[in-house]
């Protein structure tokens, strides 16, 4: 099977400084000269993120008539294996690299703001870079760049706050991580990525829907839930004869098992689930999504805090749960 590399502009919500290679299957690289940087620290930054991907062999036909050109086939591939790849790292790391969405909306240029100059304009969400091509040969040269600093990993992923002059990092055990994901099972890594997904969809929706954010990052431990579970006979009702599924009790189980046994995480698990069930069955959300929060309330601020740590400890639970699938590989 031949193999092929592309590149593309991803993007960071820190400046990218330094290269951080996965052995031969992706790398990522801090900005040419030649790209864009944005005009603040916390922003959308450039990175470019070059990965290995397998050529086409299937030949594939629309319709049983019209047969996709190769080059296209190719394309999918290489679009398949990045995906899988960000979807991943969005979970591994805590300043994920993305890509947009080619969502359009009126918008204002930031850069050009002064006194009667504000002029809305239509616009599609996107960034590109002057001549930058995306077949490439092969991982580019790292001469005069230097590593991405690493962090140690149980306080990487236990870190709470950003500083104003902080920088794209990598926790220290990352390598070690992914080669866990990539010895998964075909149907563990098909649920993992299905986990990193709606934990991505929680990312995406944080500051425009809380609720909705917050039952993505629950779902996400559910997906895996069900994998720890799928073996596992189900109880039935001595009464009713009806199948007792215990939802509550198996997520709870979940939380101790891969997050903390402590009596108080045990009452910090029950407490998320409390939220996820006023959420999704009685409509009960977060403050400020059905009516506007008014001036000076500080309730959101208690929300955004409390979600803030169950992201911490999605991420934790999730990355504890890889690592217990692959002991021994």
Known sequence: MTEMYRQAITLSSLPVTGWYRYRDVFKILPPNELLKRPPAVEAHHPVIFQWKYPESTEPRSISGHFDIPKWVLDKDSAAEKAREILLVLGVLLNNRIFEYHGRQSWFVDLEEIGPGTIDPKWGQELYTGKDFKGTIEGFSSIEGIPKVETVETHKYFNRRFVTYDAVFDTPKDLTFLLDKFFALSSEDKKSFLSSCALFEQGIETWST????????????????????????????CKECGQE??????????????YGNDSAEFKRYAMKIYKYRSKVVHTGELFNGEVMPLQFGSDARIYDDDFRRSVIRTCRICIVNWLLSRTNGQ
């Open 209 to 236: 829907y809380p609720s909705l954010s917050f039952v993505g990052f629950v779902s996400c431990l559910e997906t895996l839930i069900n994998v720890d579970n799928k073996d596992l006979a189900l109880e039935r």
């Open 244 to 257: 007792r599924h215990r939802v509550t009790h198996k997520f709870r189980e979940f939380f101790l098992k």
